[in-house]
């Protein structure tokens, strides 16, 4: 058993100050704050391997990032497990304990071939999943997507990429203005696929048809989609004023403005806002060249765009950024931050029984931050994270 102690413990609707947790094995099995009775005397103090004093740190649940491409100089949509590794344990040093591994627009044979060749990490727990972001996109919202490559939907094509991941497909972005937009939709939804509006051109009435079919996602909203308006209803409007639907923001000072982060968060509630990285494999590296599937990308001052225009190329941010800025620059309460970050996304992608809070019986994946929010140590699974951060063993007398 481990027991982390004097904390301030961030669950979703409170800040447990003086808090602790206890974790064994892989799992939280209790927390409280110093009012109840800490664990440390007869029996639970037996089987207390080990005590961790956090100095008042903060202690929130590992973060959910249900958007990513990459990260630290490595990138999953080359299919190569080897550097998807990479990226995951570069992100999981920055506080990420679940992701899903996204994809760009590419030729459907190497989709089928990036896909199968990730699935096994889904299958091993690395991955929470695959999101296949292309090529079912809008050539005139394309952002960083081939525009070359890019296609309407059919059924039998989503069926051949589904079977090739054996399953572990768990999201599909798609413009549903496409011919066969709504069916994708639907056929997504029936099989238990989380269908996302985005890189779409769509007015209103077809983002809300794909609400009515099933989406549930709404994919970096803001971000390769129409602005809000307010005569001439946009899919950004359809999508905020759903009542269910996830929105992905990402929140790194370029995407959107923080004045527009501020106000989705006073529209909707943290409850329905999921704080992604939208990462290339360019975050944690030094500006330059880089690629983002079958496409050159350049990465100035931490801004990746496409090398051959403006577009913006996903972020070279991490997760413990999104969250100290919604803190720090938006002003949340760090409670509501904590839900964007982690309980959110979480619940997304359907793994909210497992992780995404400080619950008993869910995974310890836990991350200890400093007084600005900047993560000392991270413990995925029960287990610290690499070895440099670990908070100091205090004995238990
Ligand atoms: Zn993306």
């Known amino acids: 058993m481990t027991l982390l102690r ?54 929130v649940p590992g973060f959910v990032d249900m958007h990513v491409h990459g990260g630290g100089g490595a990138s999953f949509t080359t299919g190569d497990p080897q550097e998807a590794l990479r990226a995951i344990e570069f992100h999981r040093s920055h506080g990420t304990t679940t992701n899903i591994a996204s994809g760009v ?39 960083a997507h081939d525009p070359a490559l890019l296609r309407a939907p059919e059924l039998p094509v989503l069926d051949q990429l589904v079977a090739a991941g054996r399953g572990t497909i768990r999201m599909v972005t798609l413009a549903p203005e496409l011919p066969g937009g709504l069916d994708a939709v639907k056929w997504l939804a029936d099989h238990g696929i989380i269908a996302a509006v985005g890189h779409t051109d769509a007015a209103a009435p077809d983002a ?78 030094p500006d330059g060249p880089y690629r983002l599937g079958p496409l050159d990308i350049e990465v100035a001052d931490g801004v990746a765009r496409l090398t051959d225009s403006d577009a913006l190329a996903g972020s070279t941010m991490t997760m413990d950024v999104a969250f100290r800025r919604a803190v720090q620059v938006i002003g949340l309460p760090i409670e509501q931050a ?14 909210d029984d497992r992780v995404g809070s400080i619950e008993v019986g869910k995974i310890a994946d836990l991350v200890v931050l400093d007084p600005e929010l900047r993560v000392s140590a991270v413990m995925s699974r029960g287990a610290w994270v690499g070895d440099a951060k670990l908070p100091k063993p205090v004995n238990v007398s």
């Not at 089928?112 to 005139?140: I, N, T, W």
């Not at 904590?338 to 793994?351: K, Q, W």
């Open 6 to 59: 004097n904390a301030a413990v961030v669950r979703p609707n409170e800040v447990i100050a003086d808090g602790w947790v206890l974790t064994s094995g892989d799992r939280i099995v209790a927390f409280g704050s110093s009012a109840d009775e800490v664990p440390g005397s007869g029996e639970v103090a037996d089987s207390t391997s080990e005590t961790f004093d956090l100095g008042g740190a903060y202690l």
């Open 105 to 143: 627009t590419a030729a459907i044979s190497d989709l089928e071939k990036q896909v199968s060749e990730l699935a096994g990490l889904v299958e091993d727990g690395q991955l929470a999943g695959l999101h296949l972001e292309g090529p079912f996109l809008s050539a005139v919202r394309c952002g």
């Open 208 to 285: 809300r048809s794909a609400l009515n079919r099933g989406a549930s996602v709404a994919t970096h909203l803001f971000n390769a989609m129409r602005g809000l308006q307010h005569r001439d209803p946009t899919a950004a409007n359809a999508l905020l004023s759903d009542t269910e639907a996830i929105l992905e923001l990402v929140n790194d000072g370029f995407h959107v403005d923080p004045s527009l982060i501020s106000l989705v968060f006073k529209m909707v509630g943290a409850g329905r806002v999921a704080l992604i990285t939208d990462a290339v494999s360019a975050a944690g590296m």
């Open 338 to 351: 904590s839900l964007a970050a982690s309980l959110t996304p979480a619940r997304a992608i359907g793994v």
